[in-house]
């Protein structure tokens, strides 16, 4: 597998998972990441599809990791989650270089993925990265939690983005 280099001079190592008894570490920053994290039983669905499973390590451990679908001439990212400590600093950008390039062996001409309305910073890494908005879908995710960690019973649901980038 290749190794994914940052702006700065850190090393980011690239493995494929292909067994669930690597998601360990994976689904510990899943839960510290994200609100709504995946469960177990969801990874492992994943690698039993035949998903792409990249996790992404410096040299003190586990920076982050994506999980991508393979479908005919798309590439789907279903997840992409940075270790919170290396938020802007290149990683996510890394990944998606990475998947681009390996676009043209695998007969790819597009990615798409699906992100928070109210994920401003992930909204920012996609456009920057050539990502266009090519539709919502309303009520899509559940709504965040609070300061406190609490979700109100009235909270709304909430959109996501549709966004695709598309090979030169």
Request: with cysteine.
């Amino acid at each position: 597998m290749a190794t994914l280099y940052l702006p700065h001079p850190e090393r980011i190592r690239v493995r494929q998972i292909r067994d669930p008894k690597q998601l360990e570490p994976l689904l510990a920053l899943e839960q510290q990441a994200y609100s709504f994290p995946w469960s177990e039983q969801v990874f492992i669905d994943c690698l039993n599809s035949g998903y792409d499973l990249l996790s992404y390590h410096s040299r003190e451990g586990l920076v982050g990791y994506s999980v991508w679908m393979p479908v005919v001439d798309e590439l789907h990212l279903l997840n992409l989650c940075i270790a919170p400590n290396w938020q802007g600093q290149g990683v996510g950008r890394s990944a998606l270089e990475f998947a681009k390039q390996g676009m043209p062996a695998r007969h790819l001409r597009s990615i798409l993925l699906e992100v928070r309305a109210s994920n401003l910073p992930a909204l920012k890494l996609y456009t920057r990265a050539g990502f266009v908005e090519i539709g919502r879908r309303r009520g899509y995710y559940p709504a965040s939690a609070n300061s406190t960690g609490e979700i109100p019973a009235s909270a709304q649901r909430e959109d996501a983005i549709v966004m695709r980038y598309t090979a030169p």
